[in-house]
């Protein structure tokens, strides 16, 4: 099967999987596209926690579609530049905790340790689940389990 080409400058739910061009990257894509999804960060904690919290399960739910219609259209399960599934995950990373850039530095480094370890039960996830629910489940855990670390060591500190 040959993989085609997306076109994320010309197809709207390209662009948006690819995380507004940032999954482009020839190297480490997963990374600008959380850094790209950081970027959002500080707009997503202006909001209340509530709404913050409905903006990220709306983004996860409308990312198992996305991702799952991108990876068909690429004819690839889970292309390296779909970056969606980052955006979602730091967004997990960073809601509950302060907003200031130390946070969301240690946030972007637990997160993406997370996101490239794939330890267990991200790891059996990522290889028995398939389309979209799969390339979004690892991210959201990862997401969870870097919230759950740094939301201790808020606790310590």
Known sequence: MTTRQP????????FLAFGFGSGLARKAPGTWGTL???GFVP???????PLALTVIVL???FG?????KVA????????GGIVWDEFVGIWITLVLLPAHWGWWLAGFVVFRFFDILK???????DRRLGGGLGIMLDDILAGVLAALV??????LM
């Open 7 to 14: 076109q994320v400058w010309r197809n709207f739910w390209h």
């Open 36 to 38: 790209a999804g950081l």
């Open 43 to 49: 707009l997503l904690q202006l909001l209340s926690l």
């Open 59 to 61: 983004a996860s739910v």
């Open 64 to 68: 198992v579609w996305l991702c799952g």
């Open 72 to 79: 068909e259209d690429l004819g690839v399960h889970d292309h």
């Open 119 to 125: 330890p267990w039960p991200i790891c059996v996830l």
């Open 150 to 155: 740094l939301l201790a060591a808020s606790l």
